[in-house]
């Protein structure tokens, strides 16, 4: 008999099998280090030096991770409701877009605490809207989610080529992008946060969007097991036919979900393009959608694993960066292997101990 | 092989009166359980199991829902390890680590649901998996011959040719036997083989086993219909909480022993109830015509009514548009024409929840999909279609100490068990699920309540809890409409029976019509 309905403890589930995956994940990691001629431990130390020793690493490994939380509460909302989307990416680049002009508008006028609710409605909405054509597709024609979420992710880019190229630019300037925002159109740093624990933020682009995505993470476990919305996004996700039965609108549900999962994603615009440069430029989401795709499977899709998750990626990513820069043999492209392994063990073989693991269980428990 | 030929040839001799010995026992033993012990976790699935099958015997097992049989069972075809004792198959101690060591060992098991591949043919399905080589025509030539002969061997006709989801359920069945023969069983193991047959398919089948029987096959056969067990066992095995609690003669126990043994007290095996007292029309169903999602008619201009204080039951073979006439009403399914009241204003087109706040509750035909949710929380499925209620948490929050609590209520006045509601409800049995529904849905105390299936792989303990809040709410003067493919329940429920053919409503009999009147009109010959 299959293994997988075999219910196990939580601190199996959510300790035990996702940290056994990492540390696979690592060793093959480690091997490919190893064969390319460098000393894997010297790499994972480096690794971890660069993202989490200093101030100024903290603080860029948390800029990441904040990304990583937005998107991956926007893919996680939407699985809840059996939906799979995969244009996280796409809504979030739109985002960006609602969150500037809102900074555009209004940095000359308020400070930022007064900019900040508008551009997090501006990106909401943006990526909202970004998500509900292909929710309203999926709803009421039956075209599949996943695959017009994907066209979306193109047609985003192209869109946003065409609004930096032509219409935001800066007149006489080369790089697509807008002016940068003054003051009030910024999210302020977090340096106080990191001076709570003796360090220094330094050059760190780690702001005021991580707080609003701790938030959001709350808001989204409020949303999913307590209110009367997410029980009928669960219902539907489960068992479409339980959900017919209870007189739970699939159309309604559909819709709704999707446009809380691409305003999500909207709002991940905030970290950078508020947060770190100031500014909208090009191709700033930078995959980040779909690393929320692995946050959100490897955090099993609950608010608490996905900050686990998003950390962990956030460690690789800042981590990555400084170990490539210490070991020159290990490339830009080696961390994007070393970040694929993690994804492949954590997310896409996650159910590849899990036997070996119940049959463990089963002997000594059933021993007792 | 080498172990089957002595076996036949003894078998052989001793037919033939070569051989007569003195034997204690008549038949030696095809399998023996000894001292098998389950548990998962804090459940106690199967305690100190000693079960003994003779060879050649119809052996059957029945217990309520939960009592274990199932358990035992995926020991014996070694989906799980029992954490103690022994299997001997023949005589020969086996550890049997899996499914494939089962087939090996001459075990062939066929599910309550089917595992066919539903859009191939008999014969690819029958030779699935153990196809023979690499090329397919050889082994198909060599399938089409063995089929051939198990057919004729054992008078299981089915089309080799024949696509299995056009084929009826019964013959499906068969297919399932078939493939076990074909894989060389000597023993079969059926899990509630009639759960999905008419009277018909049911009765072949056990022409089936007979045959299998006296060709020397030995069959366990497991269910929860005491009926069944009288009619086709040899032998027959109780199960109670995990417990083997007696073994009988089929020939030396009546049914009233039998229901005693399986739930650990007397059991009205049927249902008492006084005359009914009808009022006026609370459910009013005119000309509806349904179809269903390939535009089929399966509901064919419908009219009837359901008063105050009176069941109506819809008896038919599954399948005649009794499935789609209860959706139809729940507002699942959108009628294509005619029109439906509730306690007279017009109900077509309306959705579930509006049906609800009307005051139609729906217990529906397959709590699998759609009466529960198997992966939520108890609790979580104890307010289905009904979570947007302000009891269960003010505007858009919902209160879980509410819900919880009276989840609790409900288990206790259900006996729900284990009264857990924070158990998943996959964890719970049939029966206990069933009750999970029934509960919901009459403690609403709903004006009328329309009810498919409602003890459908359900335990005698449980048909007879159920039964009783069915006439319950009669009583109370609420309007039923029962649908169920079980002829008995239908009689013993309904103050009034319609029939249903082919999506037509072919005749209407009091709750005293007898089996055959309703069983002809059931297949459409008299009306």
């Excluded at chain 1, 039956?142 to 032509?166: A, C, D, K, P, Q």
């Excluded at chain 1, 009030?184 to 707080?211: E, H, M, T, V, Y």
């Excluded at chain 1, 699939?250 to 819709?255: G, P, R, T, W």
């Excluded at chain 2, 109370?476 to 037509?504: C, H, N, P, Q, T």
């Amino acid at each position: 008999m299959s293994t997988a309905s075999v219910p196990l403890p939580a601190w199996i589930n959510y300790g035990v099998i996702p940290l056994l995956n990492l540390m696979l994940a690592l060793f093959f990691s480690g091997l490919v280090v190893w064969a390319i001629g460098e000393n894997p431990f010297e790499a994972l130390q480096l690794l971890l030096v660069g993202a989490l020793g200093r101030g100024e690493g903290i603080g860029f490994t948390l800029f990441y991770t904040t990304s990583f939380i937005f998107t991956g509460l926007s893919v996680a909302v939407a699985i809840h409701a059996g939906l799979f989307n995969i244009g996280s990416e796409g809504q979030a680049y739109l985002g960006g877009l609602g969150a500037a002009l809102v900074a555009l508008a209004l940095d000359h006028y308020v400070p930022w605490y007064v900019t900040m609710p508008f551009a997090v409605i501006g990106a909401a909405v943006f990526g909202a809207a970004c998500a509900a054509i292909p929710a309203w597709l999926q709803a009421y024609r039956g075209s599949h989610i996943v695959i017009t979420t994907i066209m979306f992710n193109f047609i985003v880019s192209s869109l946003m080529n065409y609004v930096l190229v032509r219409l935001l630019i800066v007149p006489g300037k080369m790089a697509p992008e807008t002016r940068t925002f003054l003051e009030g159109g910024q999210l302020p740093k977090l340096d106080w946060l990191i001076a709570l624990f003796g360090g220094r933020l330094g050059a760190a682009p780690l702001n005021f969007s991580f707080l609003i995505a701790l938030v959001m993470c709350f808001l989204v476990w409020v949303l999913i097991w307590r209110t009367k919305l997410g029980y009928e996004m669960r219902t539907l996700g489960i068992s479409p036919s339980a959900a017919s039965y209870a007189g739970i609108r699939y159309a309604k549900i559909v819709m709704i979900t999707m446009l809380i999962s691409g305003g999500l994603a909207g709002m991940m615009a905030l970290n950078p393009v508020m947060g770190a440069s100031a500014r909208l430029q090009i191709e700033f989401v930078g995959g980040a959608g779909f690393v929320g795709i692995a946050v959100s499977l490897m955090g099993r899709n609950h608010p608490a694993g996905i900050i686990l998750a998003a950390l962990l990626f956030g460690i690789l990513y800042q981590g990555g960066a400084e170990l490539s820069f210490d070991m020159p043999a290990i490339t830009r492209d080696m961390i994007v292997v070393i970040q694929g392994l993690v994804i492949l063990f954590a997310g896409a073989l996650e159910y590849m101990l899990r036997p070996a693991i119940v049959r463990l269980y089963q002997q000594v428990a059933g021993g007792k | 092989m080498a172990t089957e030929w002595p076996c036949a040839l003894f078998h052989i001799m001793r037919k033939g009166g070569l051989l007569s010995l003195d034997l204690p026992q008549e038949k030696e033993p095809a399998i023996e359980l000894v001292g098998i012990d389950k548990r998962f976790g804090a459940v106690h699935a199967n305690r100190n199991i000693n079960l003994t099958v003779a060879k050649g015997s119809i052996h059957g097992i029945i217990g309520e829902n939960g009592a274990g049989k199932s358990t035992l069972m995926s020991i014996l075809y070694g989906f799980y390890q029992a954490d103690q004792g022994e299997i001997r198959i023949s005589g020969r101690p086996v550890a049997i680590r899996d499914s494939q060591t089962a087939i090996a060992s001459g075990i062939g098991m066929v599910h309550q649901h089917f595992m066919l591949v539903e859009n191939f043919t008999v014969l690819e399905n029958v030779m699935l998996g153990a196809e023979g080589g690499q090329l397919l025509a050889k082994g198909v030539a060599s399938a089409r011959r063995e089929l051939k002969r198990l057919e004729d061997d054992y008078g299981l006709e089915v089309d080799p040719d024949a696509v299995i989801e056009e084929l009826p359920v019964g013959s499906q069945q068969r297919v399932e036997i078939l493939k076990a023969l074909y894989r060389g069983a000597e023993i079969l193991i059926l899990d509630e083989p009639t759960g999905v047959l008419t009277p018909a398919e049911a009765d072949h089948l056990f022409k089936v086993l007979r045959v299998l029987r006296d060709q020397g096959k030995t069959i366990i056969l497991i269910t929860h219909k005491l009926r069944e067990i009288m009619a086709i066992t040899d032998t027959v095995s109780v199960m109670r909480r995990g417990e083997m609690v007696a073994t009988r003669k089929t020939a030396e126990t009546t049914v009233e022993e039998l229901a005693e043994l399986m739930v650990g007290r007397r059991v009205l095996l049927r249902v008492e109830k006084g005359a009914a007292n009808p009022g006026g029309v609370l459910l009013s169903v005119r000309n509806l015509t349904v179809k269903d999602s390939r535009g089929v008619t399966m509901v064919d201009d419908v009219s009837f009514d359901v008063r105050a204080g009176e069941i109506v039951g819809i008896a038919g073979v599954a399948g005649n548009g009794q499935s789609e006439l209860l959706e139809a009403i729940a507002g699942i399914r959108k009628p294509a024409s005619g029109e439906i009241f509730i306690d007279g204003k017009p109900a077509a087109g309306i959705d579930p929840a509006g049906l609800r706040n009307l005051g139609l509750a729906h217990i529906p035909e397959d709590r699998h999909h759609m009466g529960l949710v198997l992966k939520f929380e108890e609790y979580e499925n104890s307010i289905l279609g009904y979570h947007r209620d302000e009891r269960y948490g003010r505007g858009a929050m919902l209160d879980l100490d509410a819900i919880c609590k009276q989840a609790e209520e409900q288990i206790a006045k259900y006996d729900i068990r284990p009264p857990d509601p924070r158990l998943r409800t996959a964890n719970f049995s049939g029966g206990n699920q069933q009750k999970i529904v029934v509960a919901r849905e009459i403690e609403r105390d709903p004006k009328m309540l329309i009810i498919g299936q409602p003890t459908r792989g359900v335990d005698i303990g449980a048909i007879e809890f159920i039964h009783k809040r069915i006439i319950e709410m009669r009583d109370a003067g609420k309007a039923v409409l029962l649908v169920s493919v079980e002829l008995d329940e239908i009689r013993s429920l309904s103050d009034r029976i319609l029939v249903m053919f082919a999506g037509k409503v072919v005749g209407e009999k009091s709750g005293e019509a007898g089996e055959q009147t309703l069983g002809l009109m059931m297949a459409g010959i008299a009306a």
